[in-house]
């Protein structure tokens, strides 16, 4: 049965990323919609409308790594980030780095995503260790 289903924090909270990713059926096609003035503002504070009692990015990261192991991942979209509130590029850098984790799990190996020096990404959690700078690559 096709269907859009929403996840709300407090049964992110309540049940954990599996389970919450468990409710599919496995090979499920998907699309996550990722709304990031849902998540914590403390984590990621670049955002107009800020919601209190979100999860935190490490939640969020185990949500979509969960969700993209068990259903065939056919797109993301991410809604809300407001790069003009975020003048340091830490909370780009968390969004990358989700974004990062998401696709490692669709893809099923290791993506470094390498920059030379663009918001901090040289230092990015996905990339290899020893990798070159390269402006925007990313790399399989």
């Given amino acids: 049965e096709a269907g859009n289903v929403i996840v709300r ?7 954990g990323p599996a389970a919450v990713a468990g409710r599919l059926v496995e090979g499920d096609r998907i699309g996550i919609v990722f709304d ?16 209190p009692g979100g999860p935190g990015t ?43 984790r998401v696709l490692q799990a669709r893809l099923g190996h290791q993506l470094a995503l390498r920059s030379a020096g663009v918001g901090g990404l040289e230092s990015h959690a996905c990339a290899r260790p020893g ?8 790399v399989g």
């Fill in 58 to 100: 490490d939640v969020v990261g185990q949500l979509f790594v969960a969700l993209a192991a068990r259903g065939s991942l056919e797109g993301m979209v991410v809604t809300e980030f407001e790069p003009e509130l975020d003048p340091s590029g830490t909370s780009a850098t968390a969004v990358v780095r989700l974004l990062c």
């Fill in 36 to 51: 990031v003035d849902g998540t914590d503002p403390a984590a990621l504070p670049a955002v107009r409308a800020p919601v």
């Fill in 9 to 15: 924090s407090r049964v992110l909270a309540q049940d």
């Fill in 131 to 138: 990798a070159a700078a390269r402006h925007d690559e990313l």
